[in-house]
């Protein structure tokens, strides 16, 4: 297949399907893409899903951007508050010749594995452990779950713009659960968006501290109610 990228234009928000792409050709896309550049035009802003030979390119807005940071940011700080080693990789390209898909999230995190490929500078599926949380921000598009499932993932964040939707992997499908399996004591689906919409007027420092206190404040209730559990 020849794919004559420096002719491709995907308009912000919205997507590109390119039917009937091989794996081989898939990942040659990438290492023509992975430099950032090809015959002098940055085009590494795309973001590219494949599975099962089907290529969805992707031209991210601002909004969407915005979304992806502070969301990102949010999960950091949860994690170091309540002292949790962590590896955040991003927009990592993730794919995996046997199970023929491949993924870019929004963002991404190990967490219960972050040991098995601390220090890596190459993930490879084959042999390492796919991420413990992907995050998609779908607010101009929906993200598939056939090459989630396909890798493994066992969680799955969705951001519509409005609502947090929460995907756990159970018997090798995607069940929707207000409850985090990372996170199973807080009601992340409600804080999370409450504390991204609050960054939009108080900015983003202030959200984060905001939320920082919030934890501790959550942390202190399950420490005194285990104290008081240990005296009765």
């Not at 590494?44 to 940071?69: D, T, W």
């Not at 598009?141 to 969705?158: C, D, G, H, I």
Request: with cysteine; aromatic share 10%.
């Amino acid at each position: 297949m020849l794919l004559e990228l420096n002719q491709l234009i995907v308009r912000a928000g919205h997507q590109l399907l390119i039917k009937d792409v091989s794996w081989s050709a898939y990942k040659r896309i990438l290492a023509e893409l992975g430099s950032d550049v090809y015959d002098g035009l940055r085009l590494r802003s795309f973001r590219m899903s494949y599975s099962q030979g089907v290529l969805e390119i992707m031209a991210p807005l601002p909004e969407h951007e915005v979304a992806k940071v502070i969301i990102g940011d949010l999960v950091k700080v949860l994690l170091e508050e309540l002292d949790l080693e962590f590896w955040s990789l991003g927009s990592t390209t993730f794919n995996q010749e046997s199970m023929d898909a491949g993924i870019e999230p929004d963002d991404c995190f190990y967490i219960q594995n972050e040991a098995r490929i601390r220090g890596k500078e190459r993930i490879n599926l084959e042999t390492d452990p796919p991420p413990d949380l992907a995050i998609e921000i779908d607010i101009t598009s929906r993200t598939r779950f056939n090459n989630y499932q396909a890798l493994k993932v066992p969680e799955l964040w969705r951001w519509n713009g409005s609502k947090l939707e929460i995907n756990v992997l159970f018997n090798g499908k995607y069940v929707e659960s207000n409850t985090s399996s990372i996170f199973p004591n807080l009601p992340i689906y409600q804080v999370i968006p409450e504390y991204l919409m609050l960054s939009k007027t108080n900015g983003r420092n202030a959200t984060m501290k905001a939320f920082r206190a919030w934890i501790r404040q959550q942390i202190s209730k399950v420490t005194l109610a285990n104290g008081n559990l240990q005296n009765l």
